[in-house]
């Protein structure tokens, strides 16, 4: 069975721009949750959607949003970007909400 | 979400068991263990669970303490691939929880040759 996919692996943007990040979940897995991991901050919980609905949410500004589709895939979102918002974005997924969650390899995000 | 310490750094030779010690003093009769790790640049990893009862797969072994304010993570015969940071995690629901995993520090395992 496939595992978690990121897409795109890389990305360096702007300050200001938006960035979209997508997450392909292991097949037959309907919960996806999101993480930025920084050297300063660690791994930290951003959200949970479940059922293309968000279930759950951490301590991050309105900048940051996402989405699932009926398909379960998912994509984040991070408008107006700022310098501190460059960090590696690891999606997960679990077959449901409180399941072991199974991490993709991450999108390295850079903004300058 | 109950609070866990862990040492920030441990070695361990090839071929030898590796034992990472986790302390969860607060936790609560609905919270369980978890284990994942993150191996340098890749995303983390699940290792394994448990709620009381000491439990094996694969990968690994848990062993969690009758009180279960401790539990120990076993890798029987690590080898220098399984060199990673190794993070316990309590969490109320069997996985994620209402507000996501809580990523402490973590212990960084070195496996020496």
């Known amino acids: 069975k496939a595992g978690v996919t990121q897409t795109p692996r890389y990305l360096i943007k702007t300050r200001g721009q938006q960035v979209t990040l997508s997450c392909s979940p292991i097949?037959?897995?309907?919960?996806v949750s999101w993480y930025q991991q920084t050297p300063g901050q660690g791994l930290q919980f951003l959200f949970e959607?479940?059922?293309?609905?968000?279930?759950n949410k951490g301590n991050f500004p309105g900048r940051f949003s996402g989405r699932q589709f009926s398909n379960s895939r998912s994509e984040m979102n991070v408008s107006t970007l700022e310098l501190g918002d460059s960090a590696l974005y690891l999606c997960?997924?679990?077959?449901?909400?409180?399941?072991?969650?199974?991490f993709g390899p991450g999108t390295r995000l850079t903004v300058t | 979400d109950a609070k866990t310490t862990q040492p920030t750094s441990m070695d361990c030779a090839e071929g030898r068991a590796a034992n990472l010690p986790c302390n969860h003093s607060?936790?609560?009769?609905?919270?369980?263990v978890y284990w994942y790790r993150q191996i340098h640049s890749q995303g983390p990893q699940y290792i394994i669970h448990g709620l009381k009862n000491n439990e094996t797969n694969e990968m690994a072994s848990l062993i969690i303490t009758e009180d279960r304010k401790s539990s120990t993570l076993i890798l029987p015969h690590a080898t220098l691939r399984d060199t990673a940071v190794y993070y316990c995690?309590?969490?109320?629901?069997?996985?994620?929880?209402?507000?996501?995993?809580?990523f402490g520090k973590g212990t960084h395992l070195i496996i020496q040759p």
């Open positions: 995690i309590v969490t109320m629901y069997s996985g994620g929880g209402a507000d996501g995993l809580t």
């Open positions: 607060t936790i609560s009769g609905n919270e369980y």
């Open positions: 097949s037959g897995h309907r919960s």
């Open positions: 997960a997924s679990s077959l449901r909400i409180g399941d072991e969650q199974y």
């Open positions: 959607y479940f059922s293309e609905t968000q279930r």
